[in-house]
């Protein structure tokens, strides 16, 4: 009897073991199987290109003295800049690069027939409000690759502060087809007829010590 | 640790924004005669006979010299936004005469030499087309504007882009021509088209006086 009862007991002892096992396990699986997805985001400064006016470039060369000396377009395009710093640990903002370039990697002006070299356009950027410490490079070539037209640095110990697009606004000019002896690149004489297109892509790009 | 996954994530924010730059290049192609477009040579010497009427009066001994020279010059200018080719021709194969329309007079008797006073040069004299680098006009007749030559039936290619890096595209400063007539100087012995080397006075048959006319076409084409 005593023995028949001590049998019972160890089956018993076995069968706790084996359930704590096969619980060890489902939890395993299950913790395995959950998956949280936890993400923290953290942004160092907020950015904003806002194109004000002149959102569309046309150059007419309705005459031979347009096609000979090429045309200027001063009051081209006025964007506005946005900026401001998140105040994030190990970035400060100290200010900003304008860069433009052609768009997906454009080789050429292209018409429907003919097609002219890049650099027969020019861009340049002024400050018109709130921008007038910053640095501008002048007329600089439409290329494949960015091309720094505008910089603008508020160097410590100044303190930064937030841009926003109604007070802080650059100007965009452009140039097409000025001869070699005006700076440009070469006039548009003998270039064939047609309607030639590029869209450039212009990048505001937030400078300072982590940036 | 296998609950709690957590990802973080930080970065600087740039902008982008597109502008569409567009192109549009009219065609320029304009020819003006600004002097001489009507010429006429009046015979009415011997000396006109034996030695011809011209506007280039030294270089052709011809007769009148001083009062030939502004006579018989046609001036023009081109203005092309591309390289461009004049075409030039008589219409007739012959001079016709107004009051003999039977009578015919060759219309090798007349020629011409042209002249770039613009600033756009011809191609070296004897050179082949694109061997000068700054030279952006070529002509064929003339033998690149240092040879005189006959008057030829339409079309004959006159002046045309020298497919050099300068193209022959400009407005009237850079291709303005002069075109130096003359009639019974047979010259351009030397030439591609040489005049009629038998002189007027000589001509077999002796030409019936009259008044001859034919029309010269000048065509410009952009290439």
């Not at chain 1, 806002?50 to 347009?66: D, M, Q, T, V």
């Not at chain 1, 697009?165 to 000019?173: D, E, G, K």
């Not at chain 2, 320029?28 to 040579?41: A, D, P, S």
């Not at chain 2, 003999?100 to 191609?123: C, M, Q, R």
Request: with cysteine.
């Amino acid at each position: 009897m005593l023995i028949s009862l001590f049998i019972t007991i160890l089956e018993f002892q076995t069968m706790i073991h084996s359930f704590q096992r096969l619980l060890k396990l489902w939890i395993f699986l299950a913790l395995m199987l959950i998956n949280v997805p936890n993400c923290l985001a953290q942004e160092w400064n907020s950015a904003r290109l806002s194109i004000l006016y002149g959102s569309n470039i046309p150059f007419n060369f309705s005459s031979l003295a347009k096609i000979k000396n090429g045309i200027e377009i001063t009051t081209g395009t006025h964007i506005g800049v946005s900026m401001a710093d998140s105040a994030k640990v190990g970035h400060t903002l100290e200010g900003f690069i304008l860069n433009f370039r052609s768009f997906n990697g454009q080789a050429n002006i292209k018409g429907d027939v003919y097609t002219l070299p890049l650099n027969r356009i020019q861009v340049k950027a002024e400050n018109i409000l709130g921008l007038g410490s910053g640095f501008t490079y002048g007329y600089k070539d439409l290329t494949t690759g960015w091309v720094p037209l505008f910089t603008y640095s508020v160097a410590s110990p100044s303190p930064w502060t937030n841009l926003d697009w109604s007070n802080h606004q650059l100007n965009l000019s452009f140039q097409c087809g000025i001869p070699v002896s005006r700076g440009g690149n070469g006039s548009l004489m003998g270039e064939g007829p047609d309607y030639y297109n590029v869209e450039i892509e212009f990048e505001l790009m937030p400078t300072g010590p982590g940036f | 640790m296998l609950v709690c996954g957590l990802t973080a994530f930080s970065q600087a924010v740039k902008d982008r924004n597109f502008i569409p730059v567009a192109i549009n290049l009219n065609q320029v192609l304009r020819m003006t005669i600004t002097n001489g477009g009507n010429i006429e040579f009046v015979f009415n010497t011997i000396e006109d006979y034996k030695n011809g009427i011209s506007s280039d009066a030294v270089a052709s001994v011809s007769a009148n010299p001083i009062t030939s020279n502004s006579m018989y010059k046609t001036d023009f200018s081109v203005s092309s936004s591309t390289r461009w080719a004049l075409t030039y021709g008589t219409e007739e194969i012959s001079f016709l005469g107004t009051d003999h329309p039977n009578a015919a007079l060759a219309i090798n008797n007349v020629g011409f030499k042209i002249l770039s006073t613009g600033n756009n040069i011809f191609e070296g004299a004897a050179l082949g087309i694109g061997i000068t680098a700054g030279a952006s006009l070529f002509s064929i007749p003339t033998a690149n504007a240092s040879k005189v030559t006959a008057l030829q039936t339409y079309p004959v290619v006159l002046i045309t882009d020298n497919q050099t890096i300068n193209a022959n595209a400009g407005d009237a400063a850079d291709n303005l021509f002069t075109i130096d007539w003359r009639c019974g100087t047979a010259e351009g012995k030397t030439s591609i088209t040489p005049m009629n080397q038998v002189k007027l006075i000589d001509q077999k048959p002796s030409p019936v006086a009259d008044r001859y006319v034919v029309n010269v076409m000048f065509e410009l084409a952009s290439l």
